[in-house]
């Protein structure tokens, strides 16, 4: 029942960002598909996960690896391959991003090697050199919201968060931050 309300709950999210994916135009002049050019590339990653989001719980959890990104579709997508270690074990995932010529806008869809499943895909653009994309996802039995960071964009570094709001997006508790520095 559980797996059948995830289902549910994704097929009406799909819906709603093709129906407003397509409706919704981005002000003329305005076009994101490089927007994460500075993304691709080998990375060494530093992650500080919160395995227990919107529990209370401050027990963060430590890990070290690399981000390898590579361009697909001619820069209108891109593949992201993260493999990690930390005292609580290893942790491999895969992310893809996908940009919409026609809303001007970004998706980013994120599986884990443990799950093998696709998550719901987090839409949204880049505007002042910071880029919000937003879900919505079903955690522990409760629908929360879901927002996607990326920021302090340089050269050879940026930053990546995550955070979960079950009030509507009144308040975000941030559960996952990762720091990228270039792999020379």
Do not use: C
């Not at 709950?9 to 002049?29: C, D, E, K, N």
């Not at 963060?60 to 609580?88: F, H, S």
């Not at 970004?106 to 839409?123: C, R």
């Amino acid at each position: 029942m559980k797996q059948l309300r995830k289902i549910w709950m994704a097929s009406i999210l799909l819906t709603l960002v093709a129906h407003y994916g397509h409706a919704q135009q981005a002000p003329a002049g305005r076009d994101g598909q490089h927007d994460f050019d500075f993304h691709f590339g080998k990375w060494k990653t530093h992650i500080q996960r919160l395995p227990h989001p919107l529990s209370g719980s401050t027990a963060w959890v430590k890990m070290e690896g690399t981000v390898v990104v590579r361009t697909i579709w001619d820069g209108r997508g891109n593949l992201e391959e993260i493999e990690a270690d930390g005292a609580d074990g290893h942790f491999e995932g895969t992310t893809l991003f996908l940009y919409n010529p026609g809303s001007h806008q970004w998706s980013q869809t994120f599986a884990s090697s443990a799950s093998g499943v696709l998550g719901a895909p987090e839409i949204g653009e880049f505007k002042n050199g910071r880029g919000e994309v937003y879900s919505q996802e079903v955690y522990n039995g409760r629908t929360v919201l879901v927002r996607g960071t990326w920021s302090e964009i340089k050269a050879d570094s940026h930053r990546f968060e995550q955070a979960y709001s079950d009030d509507g997006g009144k308040t975000w508790e941030t559960n996952f931050i990762a720091n990228l520095e270039r792999d020379k």
